[in-house]
């Protein structure tokens, strides 16, 4: 069955310091590769995609993700929290076939300390 | 830059009321979508909707949801009847022809009560 696992449910950061938020998935074929991230009382915005090429990918607030086919994984990165990244973080996957669903995992709660 | 928006961004219902839910998808945008997203669950897809007609739906949208693009901008997703189980974030995303990226809007918070 399709999944997405993001494994840590709460993680809590200092300021500066780095992050790394893990995201696993299980497909049928390599499939395309989002973050978004949800602010208290806000959408779901946007921080980068993957869909090939460069397993590396920028994205928007300095946050970057690897792509790792050996490992079923996307991991977002970011190497200075600051404060305002405290939200909720989902990895969420496609299938190649553009306009299918998105599976979501459950999400990553990012809480930075200062 | 252009942005999905929804109307309301809060609802709260009685048990077996209509509730409908709008959207207004990016102007040049040609697919909608309607996930949910349940307190301290996961994301869900609903349904998918294209050229005025459903392209996907999961085992959530059942007879009780209905979706409906009424003119050229809005994308509305009825409730018939609802339940204490509808209570979630309702969010629209659209996308254009070809592209990979559905980009979402504030989302709908519905209670029922």
């Known amino acids: 069955a399709q999944s997405v696992t993001q494994p840590d449910i709460h993680i809590t950061v200092s300021e500066g310091a780095s992050l790394e938020l893990r995201c696993n998935y299980s497909?049928?074929?390599?499939?395309?590769l989002f973050w978004y991230v949800q602010s208290p009382g806000q959408g779901l915005q946007l921080l980068l995609k993957?869909?090939?090429?460069?397993?590396l990918v920028q994205g928007i607030k300095g946050f970057e993700a690897e792509f790792k086919r050996s490992q079923s994984s996307f991991n977002l990165r970011k190497p200075s929290v600051h404060w305002s990244d405290a939200a909720e973080y989902f990895c969420?996957?496609?299938?190649?076939?553009?306009?299918?669903?998105?599976?979501f995992g459950k999400g990553t709660t990012l809480s930075v300390s200062s | 830059e252009p942005e999905v928006t929804q109307t309301p961004s809060h609802q709260v219902t009685q048990m077996g009321q209509e509730v409908i839910l709008r959207c207004v998808p990016i102007?040049?945008?040609?697919?909608f979508y309607w996930y949910r997203q349940i307190l301290g669950q996961k994301v869900e897809f609903l349904v998918s909707?294209?050229?005025?007609?459903?392209?996907?739906k999961s085992e959530i949208f059942d007879d009780q949801f209905s979706v409906e693009r009424p003119d050229g901008s809005n994308f509305t997703l009825k409730i018939r009847s609802t339940k204490l189980e509808d209570s979630a974030m309702y969010f629209c995303?659209?996308?254009?022809?070809?592209?990979?990226?559905?980009?979402f809007g504030p989302g709908t918070r519905l209670l029922v009560l």
């Open positions: 995303a659209s996308r254009t022809q070809g592209a990979k990226t559905q980009y």
């Open positions: 497909y049928g074929a390599t499939p395309y």
């Open positions: 993957y869909f090939s090429g460069d397993t």
């Open positions: 969420a996957v496609g299938a190649r076939q553009a306009g299918t669903a998105l599976i």
């Open positions: 102007s040049n945008h040609l697919y």
């Open positions: 909707f294209y050229n005025n007609e459903i392209s996907e």
